[in-house]
């Protein structure tokens, strides 16, 4: 699956040429370039981690300056999503007015659809990107009771079955009988 986010994503990849008379553009324009990466491209996600701070002071014939940067962050991350984005910092704008990718992974994962029946017949959708998958079978989920470090905390790590309190117990209680408390479990017949 192809992901297409961002100006020119419908289009073949663009050369090294063609990003460097984009980011000349976007220089001509006054518009600040910086350059981010990912490897979660899910539409949603619009935070991605920049390279480094956008570059707000280069001049219309310093594209060469930007590139290095596009390069270096090829380099370290192959196997990520990397985009160019021209920032327009001017009074009233404030905002991306161009974002294109100038690399993907070698194998793209794409998306799965999730579907859920909700109450009245209605359906939830959830797009789920492949990047975060765990194979064939999804991973499991921890429930409430079985959080990936809990075995730091006393009494959790472990699923308690009903009647079980081991968060507050009552001092000199029979463990037989659990907590006692009325509103978390209920009471066993006397002994």
Not at 42 to 52: I, T
Not at 75 to 104: C, I, W
């Amino acid at each position: 699956m192809r992901v297409t986010q961002g100006t020119f994503s419908f289009l073949d990849d663009l050369t090294d040429s063609e990003i460097e008379a984009q980011i000349a553009y976007a220089l001509s324009n006054d518009w600040a370039i910086m350059v981010e990466y990912t490897d979660d491209p899910h539409p949603r996600n619009s935070f991605w981690e920049m390279w480094k701070q956008p570059e707000f002071d280069l001049e219309p014939g310093e594209a060469d300056v930007a590139m290095r940067d596009v390069a270096a962050c090829r380099e370290a991350y192959p196997n990520h999503y990397v985009k160019v984005v021209a920032y327009d910092s001017s009074l009233g704008r404030q905002t991306s007015a161009l974002s294109f990718m100038v690399n993907r992974p070698a194998e793209e994962p794409g998306f799965r659809l999730e579907r859920q029946d909700k109450a009245d017949r209605q359906m939830r959708y959830t797009v789920v990107p492949y990047a975060h998958w765990a194979g064939p079978a999804r991973a499991p989920r921890p429930s409430s009771r079985e959080w990936p470090g809990a075995a730091d905390h006393p009494g959790r790590g472990r699923r308690l079955r009903r009647g079980q309190d081991d968060h507050h117990p009552r001092p000199g209680a029979d463990p037989r009988r659990g907590s006692g408390h009325p509103r978390l479990h209920r009471r066993l017949p006397p002994l």
